[in-house]
């Protein structure tokens, strides 16, 4: 399990980050999408969606919903 938490002036000034962890928290992400979430801490590059072609994808974009367990590149063993 790994959590994330935002003060209050972050929310208020990045409204779509926070809604994209919130969304995403209910979306199929691995642990390889933290990296480039803590990359995007330290150079941000906007929110938006995330490039499903990627490995990773930093959670402050947009994860797609419908994910195949090989798009995400994922091994189903």
């Known amino acids: 399990m790994f959590g994330f938490v935002f003060p209050s002036w972050f929310q208020r000034s990045y409204p779509d980050i926070i809604a994209n962890m919130r969304r ?6 691995t642990p390889f999408d933290i990296n ?16 499903i072609k990627d490995r990773a994808i930093s959670l402050f974009k947009q994860v797609l919903a419908l994910f195949l367990t090989t798009e995400r590149y994922l091994n189903t063993n």
């Open 24 to 29: 995403n928290s209910q979306r199929l992400t």
């Open 36 to 51: 480039p979430t803590l990359k995007s801490v330290l150079h941000y590059q906007g929110s938006g969606k995330g490039n």
